[in-house]
């Protein structure tokens, strides 16, 4: 009898799950895409939010108080180790995850760019340098403009170091605005009482985060590449370019706020290019992402392999960690302000015939730990050529 009502209740949630498939394949036909660029621009128009310094019991924090609370993994508080000499060459670094977050099951101190040239730094043996890390995950170049001004307010530093947030800038747009409103059969899932549960329990919570993320990194990416091979949607590639040039559109004006908050307080500022695991997946417009992606893959010449891998990542919409643009990046490069270094990772690792890969990513875009290492060692020559040590 039991086995009888399992089998009925997995037909039938079968059944209801092509039932939805179908049903969303229709309302995607549909979508008005003004409307989510209208979304997004008004998303990015809003204040953010605001980030203080407060030392309670001889302690110093940094509280963020975000404008947008609701589904964030951003924290609200962080202790800053502040406690520092007189003497210190004092550099600050800003970034996101990949210099923050650490892999999953890894033993031991995870050698993280920051740590790593704070020791590679300290072996010259002329000066005691101190870097501290302030990079933390999910953070745009509006929480790193705010992140920034708070910190060097607070305490000014020698040196500013900033690793690229455009990813960040893409990521965070897309995936509310984009992303969700073709996810074919993920709200259909949310329904049911197992997400519930299992988002409530402490020691649970978080295989639903886990089943989420593999929803949203796995599931319905390929979904939404199936649906558009067998043409039950058909989307077309303006849109999504129109999307990008509005978001490039805020992320300069920021970038731009921060190089001028940085000169007006007559500190040098790096900011580092964005790199990415360009063999990892894209997944975007079928018959464009698929197309550069298959067409680099069977690349033997390298630089022929990276330009076609790099228009796949330029094209993605649905890739579950969104890489930065190539319009960001020529902003960048292409910066010229005084006391502003650009440290153009991707060129250095290019013309060194670098692997975008496995073999350096976990994933799309966290590093190993080899990587890591080849940045500082790439850092540590940039300081000593320019003179800024």
Known sequence: MIKKIIVVFIFGFLIALMFNFISRTHSIRDINYAEIYSQIDGYLKI???????SVRDNVTYIDYDYAIKENTDKPLHRKV???LSSSDFLIYVYGSSSLVSKPPFYKGDFPFIPSLLESELNKLGYKNFKVINFSIPSFDSF?????????????????????DPATMDFESAYYPFIKKRFYLVTDFLKKFSTFYILS????????????????????????????????????????????????????KNNMHEIIEFTQKR???LIILTA??????????????????YKEGMRQKDYRKRIAY????????????????????????????????YILDLQK?????????????????????????KIITGYILEFLKEYNLI
């Not at 790099?310 to 960001?328: M, N, Q, R």
């Not at 250095?348 to 994933?363: M, P």
Request: proline fraction near 6%; charge should be neutral; charged fraction near 25%.
């Open 47 to 53: 204040d953010k939010g605001k980030i203080n310094i």
């Open 81 to 83: 180790p502040f406690d």
């Open 143 to 163: 929480d790193i403009k705010e992140l920034i001004k708070a910190t060097v307010n607070y305490k000014k530093p020698d040196l500013v170091i900033s690793f």
């Open 200 to 251: 409530h329990p402490p020691r649970l919570g978080i295989i639903n985060k886990l089943a989420y993320w593999f929803l949203k990194a796995c599931v319905e990416p390929n979904l939404i590449n199936l649906a558009q091979e067998f043409r039950l949607i058909s989307l077309v590639e303006e849109p999504f370019i129109g999307y990008n040039q509005l978001i490039l559109s805020y992320y």
């Open 266 to 268: 007559k500190i040098p």
């Open 275 to 292: 790199v990415t695991n360009l063999e990892a997946r894209p997944y975007g417009i079928y018959g464009i992402t698929d197309t550069y």
């Open 309 to 340: 891998l790099t228009k796949a990542k330029d094209s993605e919409v649905f890739t579950g960690d969104l890489g930065s643009k190539s319009c960001a990046y020529d902003f960048l490069v292409n910066v010229k302000e005084k006391d502003v």
């Open 348 to 372: 250095k690792l290019t013309d060194a015939y670098f692997e975008f890969n496995y073999k350096y990513f976990y994933d799309y875009g966290h590093m190993k730990p080899a990587l890591h």
